[in-house]
């Protein structure tokens, strides 16, 4: 199931009582995901996903990278704190793209779905 309820631990550390399983989503399913980003973010140059959940969306667009005058992308599946993306940058210049925000993002990342819910009460 994509969309859970119960009592989690987030890749963070964070506590929930919510939680997205992007590993419930078909090949397909990323397919259409990596064209919403590909209308998003038109040129890049090189496509890194964040380990675990945004390797397979890097992978979908990595096909599409080699355009030498565009930014990098870094692409991940859920976005909590933003700790996991910006360590993923490094401190280099990217662009960034998560498949949905349980928060705020850093101004550097897009997300095409974001959730307007407090992590935890």
Do not use: N
């Amino acid at each position: 199931m994509l969309f859970q309820y119960g009592h989690f631990a987030l890749h963070s550390g964070v506590a929930s009582t919510w939680k997205i399983d992007c590993d419930a989503l078909t090949d397909h399913d990323i397919d259409a995901l990596a064209h919403m980003i590909r209308l998003l973010v038109p040129t890049f140059s090189t496509v890194e996903g964040v380990p675990r959940g945004g390797t397979r969306l890097a992978t979908c667009l990595s096909k599409d990278g080699g355009k030498a005058l565009g930014p990098l992308l870094i692409v991940d599946d859920v976005l909590t704190t933003g700790a996991s993306m910006e360590q993923q940058r490094a401190g280099r210049p990217a662009l960034g793209v998560v498949i949905f925000a349980r928060g705020l993002a850093p101004l550097w990342v897009t997300p095409l779905f974001h959730a307007a819910h407090q992590l935890s009460r």
